[in-house]
T-cell receptor
């Protein structure tokens, strides 16, 4: 059964600090892994899509890594801003390419 | 310009009523989706249409009926609303079914009283 576990469940950091969010998965077959950001009261926004052959992908201050051997992915946020406060969700497509969302990590950046 | 738009943003209605939520995308995409986000914050796929044809229909009560009049629109009609239908409904679109970016609308918060 496909499973995705994210940690931590929630995180509070000071503005300007870095943080790393983790995603452990057992998904087969593996097609791609996506990180989405969802602000409260808004729709999810894609940050990255990583395929099997990609180890690292950056999108501004967001850097995602993928280790297909250990089935782990991380999302690193550099120099956090207040606007980074959101849920960050590790997402996999199912066989029909609809997306399977987990609960994600809730990040709060404080002044 | 809004890429994926939904109306209404908020919908409050009584049990037993019938309501519709509309979705439009101006991205020129062929594939559109409806997702439901419940109180536990999980987003779950409900339906997917490609070129106006249904390609995904998850285990959703048949009170929910999607309709795609054209590739740019995917509406969701719900009959005989129940308390458990209260949730946020998100529309999304992608270029095609496949490993493509999915763009989400702002969501419609449905409250059934």
């Amino acid at each position: 059964k496909n499973q995705v576990e994210q940690s931590p469940q929630s995180l509070i950091i000071l503005e300007g600090k870095n943080c790393t969010l983790q995603c452990n998965y057992t998904v087969s077959p593996f097609s791609n892994l996506r990180w989405y950001k969802q602000d409260t009261g808004r729709g999810p926004v894609s940050l990255t899509i990583m395929t099997f052959s990609e180890n690292t992908k950056s999108n501004g201050r967001y850097t995602a890594t993928l280790d297909a051997d250990t089935k782990q992915s991380s999302l690193h946020i550099t120099a956090s801003q207040l606007s980074d406060s959101a849920s960050y969700i590790c997402v996999f497509p199912n066989s029909g390419y609809a997306l399977n969302f987990g609960k994600g990590t809730s990040l709060l950046v404080t002044p | 310009d809004t890429a994926v738009s939904q109306t209404p943003k908020y919908l409050v209605t009584q049990m037993g009523n019938d309501k519709s939520i509309k979705c439009e995308q101006n991205l020129g995409h062929d594939t559109m989706y409806w997702y439901k986000q419940d109180s536990k914050k999980f987003l779950k796929i409900m339906f997917s249409y490609n070129n106006k044809e249904l390609i995904i229909n998850e285990t959703v009560p048949n009170r929910f009926s999607p309709k795609s009049p054209d590739k740019a629109h995917l509406n969701l009609h719900i009959n005989s609303l129940e308390l458990g239908d209260s949730a946020v409904y998100f529309c999304a679109s992608s270029q095609e079914p496949g490993p493509y970016e999915q763009y989400f609308g702002p969501g419609t918060r449905l409250t059934v009283t």
